[in-house]
């Protein structure tokens, strides 16, 4: 019997153990001083660095309290945290494709 139960011990420990180990990917976290420059053709807050550099955005996280839609923030300075999110793309029965798509996000931004 004590066999037995140290068999199932060890055999739960190690099905949970699977369960729980799938890769998480690592967040990091980017920072950039730049202008907010509207909306762009994409429908993408677009903010234009003070190197030069480009960046759209297609979602803001909830902790963000600017307002983007608002016109007085347009060619405004701000510093903008953000990182890349990846999501699983759905069909139209809304079925996992298996496809997976990167997308930028606000995460905090900062009038300067």
Same mark, same amino acid.
């Given at each position: 019997?004590?066999?037995?139960?140290?068999? $199932? +011990? $060890?055999? $739960?420990?190690?099905?949970?153990? +699977?369960?729980?180990?799938?890769?998480?990917?690592?967040?990091?976290?980017?920072?950039?001083?730049?202008?907010? &420059?509207?909306? &762009?053709?994409? /429908?993408?807050? #677009?903010?234009? !660095?003070? &190197?030069? @550099?480009?960046? !759209?955005?297609?979602?803001?996280?909830?902790?963000?309290? /600017?307002?983007?839609?608002?016109? #007085? @923030?347009?060619?405004?300075? $701000?510093?903008?945290?953000?990182?890349?999110?990846? %999501?699983?793309?759905?069909?139209?029965?809304? #079925?996992?494709?298996?496809? /997976?798509?990167?997308?930028?996000? %606000? /995460?905090?931004? &900062? !009038?300067?």
């Amino acid at each position: 019997m004590k066999p037995f139960f140290s068999l $199932f +011990c $060890f055999s $739960f420990l190690t099905i949970s153990t +699977c369960a729980y180990s799938q890769k998480i990917e690592p967040v990091t976290e980017n920072i950039f001083i730049g202008t907010y &420059n509207g909306l &762009n053709k994409n /429908v993408e807050f #677009e903010f234009i !660095a003070d &190197n030069g @550099n480009i960046y !759209a955005f297609q979602e803001i996280g909830d902790d963000v309290k /600017v307002d983007l839609y608002e016109e #007085e @923030n347009y060619a405004q300075k $701000f510093q903008v945290t953000w990182i890349i999110q990846r %999501i699983e793309i759905l069909d139209e029965e809304g #079925e996992l494709t298996g496809e /997976v798509q990167d997308y930028n996000m %606000i /995460v905090s931004l &900062n !009038a300067l």
